[in-house]
């Protein structure tokens, strides 16, 4: 399955782009699910539907979904209540009925990432169209599955589970109680479903379409999109530059801003491969509204190269490993690194990621990094004690 995550600047219009991108798509004959978790339900308003915790059709071949957080978290609280029955009843603990359970914030992120899966897992579509978050909130949630990930295996380590057997005589030993197994059960479950969701994000068929308004803001919300995206190894197909004006308008006023948006896209298309959308002259609307934004589809065509992090052998000629990152608009001085074992802490700008290193980098010291032209080099030496000598 092919899958379109569409986000942007807050009120650049990435909802209704995404509604009318999956009807575009459906429309070509592709058998397309929307989803969203936009609890006003701006989807199904310019769909002319009403959505909910089910798929409904919205057109021919197009179905639209928003998925019910409150729903998801009082079954996860109640399951999570009956598996840690045992400590509760230990503890004296009253137990939360379903009915007085509210979503706790987050509660939205964690339902689109569980039905990005659920859809990903479906035969039934061709293409998923998923209508983001704001672009910070969509960067943070799209990091989301491999940051709990990380966390989960360094709080209970999945090798520690294999001593099952032994654990309460470890426990007498030490004289401290171990964990539960039902916690060790409940983190790898966790672990599965976020594996799954992280494969999706990671998918080669999965690609991140920007939107936004061509303008100043525009252009500064997707300097800062790219360097995010790119940090998570994450591919843009498209910027959509959304309300576009007519260049042979009469009104004078107007000669202004069409201005500046004409040069503003000069500048994003030496970048990235843009669809300018037209300015309607009002919010869209229905089926009728969203047909004549003429958005692009599934778009099978585009060719979007992989975002790769290869790593060169200049061993024979410098006595280096060289790492190559890229970070479009990445600036020198807001760049920081450290080595932590096995991991690499990367830091550009107001973005932060800690990436496990290639096995054959693990054994090596870091000699240096420079940042030339958008992409960030780091040079690694072999350490002696630990790189295979030549005999």
């Known amino acids: ?49 009403r959505t909910g915790p089910a798929p409904v059709e919205a057109a021919p071949r197009l179905a639209a979904w928003r998925p019910d957080p409150a729903q998801d978290f009082r079954e996860d609280l109640t399951a999570l209540q009956d598996r840690a029955s045992t400590a509760l009843d230990l503890l004296g603990a009253s ?89 060790y059960e409940t983190a790898a479950r966790w672990d599965l479903e976020l594996a799954a969701v992280e494969a999706v994000v990671a998918d080669r068929d999965t690609v991140v379409r920007l939107v936004a308004e061509p303008g100043p803001a525009g252009s500064d919300a997707l300097r800062a999109a790219g360097l995010g995206l790119a940090l998570r190894g994450l591919r843009t197909d498209l910027v959509v530059a959304n309300r576009v004006l007519p260049e042979a308008s009469p009104d004078t006023w107007l000669a202004g801003p069409v201005a500046q948006q004409r040069k503003t896209l000069e500048e994003w298309r030496e970048k990235y491969d843009v669809r300018p959308v037209a300015h309607l002259g009002r919010d869209p609307r229905g089926a009728d509204d969203l047909t004549a934004l003429d958005v692009p589809g599934a778009d099978r065509d585009i060719p979007v190269a992989p975002l790769e ?66 992409e960030l080099s780091i040079r690694f030496a072999p350490d002696p004690k630990l790189w295979p000598q030549s005999r």
């Open 1 to 49: 399955m092919r899958t379109i995550l569409i986000t942007g600047p807050g009120g650049s219009g990435r909802t209704t782009l995404a509604a009318a991108t999956a009807l575009t798509a459906a429309a070509e004959g592709t058998n397309t699910l929307v989803l969203t978790t936009d609890r006003t339900d701006t989807l199904g308003a310019a769909l002319g539907v």
């Open 95 to 183: 137990r939360l009925d379903p009915e007085e359970l509210n979503p706790l914030p987050g509660a939205d992120e964690l339902a689109l990432l569980r039905a990005l899966r659920a859809a990903a897992l479906s035969e039934s579509y061709d293409l998923l169209v998923v209508d983001l978050p704001p672009l910070p909130q969509a960067l943070a949630l799209l990091a989301l599955p491999e940051e709990l990930r990380r966390y989960l295996r360094r709080l209970l380590p999945p090798e520690r589970q294999a001593a099952r057997a032994l654990r309460p005589v470890l426990g007498r030993l030490a004289g401290v109680p171990l964990p539960a197994e039902w916690l």
């Open 309 to 374: 992090w290869p790593v060169t052998d200049r061993i024979g000629e410098d006595g280096v490993l060289v790492w190559h990152i890229p970070l479009p608009g990445a600036i020198r001085d807001e760049l920081d690194l450290v080595r932590r074992g096995g991991e690499l802490v990367v830091t550009a700008g107001r973005f932060r990621r800690v990436v496990p290193l290639p096995s054959a980098l693990r054994r090596c010291t870091v000699a240096g990094a420079a940042l030339r032209d958008g």
